[in-house]
């Protein structure tokens, strides 16, 4: 997807430090952090929202979580704990339609639900 910026931090088009990268995922910092810890876990293919993951992602999602898991013990969050979050769709309050997960951590994170 040419005009999707997720697409152009993935593909090195859009300068931007990464903080872990392989063949499906990559992840970075939040450019408007809502926690300490606020990264962005991407896959390198285009998919617009968790909706369209097909069966066949299910070992990409799967493989987002462990570096999730590779992230926070990097970062020392894997103890205190950590929140995985994917918006989805406009109710979902989704602004870059490009799969994303949150990760957020290093304070007390407010209850959600
Ligand atoms: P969403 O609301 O779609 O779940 O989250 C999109 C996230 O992407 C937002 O938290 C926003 O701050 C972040 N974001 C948007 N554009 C950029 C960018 O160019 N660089 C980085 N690092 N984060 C971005
Ligand atoms: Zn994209």
Redesign the pocket.
Known sequence: MSDC??CK?ANGE?E?ELLYKDEQVVA???????AAI?F?IIPVKHIPTIYDLEEEDNQLVGHMYQVAKKLAEEYNIAERGYRM???CKDD??????HV?F?LLGGEKLGDLC
């Open positions: 910026i997720f931090i859009m931007t970075f910092k939040d450019i408007n952090p809502q606020h962005l979050v994917a918006n979902g309050g989704q602004v870059v339609y994303h949150h």
